[in-house]
């Protein structure tokens, strides 16, 4: 009977790389292990993703393209990044409860977006709080994609 030894999520992973001349400072490093769904998915039943579109909400950092992480049991707090359905449209925006306002986030110098008044007869369903997002630098490169 043999036994082995099998390599938990909590060991290290030990890299090298073959270098020939002068030893590189990072030759030899340990790394954490990484999981981007323990990182960016607490709640892992009431995630979803969304895929931005338009430069409304650039100025908290989503961008068109972008992908946003969205969740249904985060409690909304005033100045959330939410997403909405309004009158059958998805929105994403910041929430403002003290005045019943979608608010967006242009960057400076794009001001054409109005805040939206919420009023009683709109229709308006809480779809989730965005708590994170991903941003692809290289579009259309697939060489790392498998």
């Not at 290290?12 to 030759?27: N, W």
């Not at 960016?40 to 430069?55: D, K, M, N, Q, Y």
Request: net charge negative.
């Amino acid at each position: 009977m043999s036994t082995s030894k099998h390599r938990s999520d909590k060991d290290p992973v030990m890299a090298s790389i073959g270098i020939t001349g002068f030893e590189s400072p990072a030759s030899e490093y340990n790394t954490l292990p990484l999981s981007l769904d323990k990182l960016l998915i607490h709640s892992p039943s009431s995630t979803w993703f969304a895929r931005v579109e338009g430069s409304s909400m650039e100025g908290v950092g989503l961008f068109d393209g972008d992908i946003a992480i969205v969740c249904r049991q985060t409690k909304v707090v005033n100045g959330d990044v939410i997403v909405v359905t309004l009158n059958g449209e998805f929105l994403v925006k910041i929430i403002d409860t003290t005045n019943r306002r979608l608010l967006s986030a242009p960057i400076y110098g794009h001001d054409n977006y109005p805040p939206l008044t919420i009023s009683e007869c709109d229709s308006l369903s809480h779809e989730g709080v965005v708590v994170s997002s991903i941003r692809f630098h290289r579009k259309n490169d697939s060489s790392c994609r498998r």
